[in-house]
């Protein structure tokens, strides 16, 4: 399991967190966990963390290293509770694409998350819990573009309201070719 604020030991290094539940849990020899864990360190883009301790480093790298601590006890299903919501938007990228590649490489999951995107993206199926209940369940596509759950489609209309307030401010596809790119032509007061 991946929690949402990480539970890394600190005053471990990120492959002591990484190594402890293989070495204690399942009596895995250390070179052996060391081993595993450093693939699992250059997986997650982080081959150079392995000696740092959790304060210091990024929230992003702190979540991958959580993750890396999960996938070392080698389960056959992960569970991630809300693994993007203790982290800044910049860093939210590096751990969806850790658990994109998670996905593309088999790997089952259990992702509790208010990422739409990333669930439309990802999900075999997509279940909305409201008020500790199943509302809806069912394929991404379906679910969340077909509007029959009202709150959901409520849910849903946030983003697309955000996405539609953002358009505006998309790059065009093609730019005019008579125009040259300097202060004076920006769409942005600077």
Known sequence: MVFQNFNLFPHRTALGNIIEAPLVVKKVPRAEAEALAHKLLNCMGLSDAGHKYPSQLSRGQQQRIAIARALAMQPTIMLFDEPTSALDPELVSDVLAAIRQLAADGMTMVIVTHEIGFAYELADRVVLIDQGVVAASGAPREL?????????????????????????LAVPAKAPATTSPNKGNRPWPM
């Open 144 to 168: 969340l573009l077909s509007g029959a759950n009202a709150r959901l489609a409520a849910f849903v209309g946030r983003f697309t309201e955000q996405a539609r307030l953002l358009d505006p």
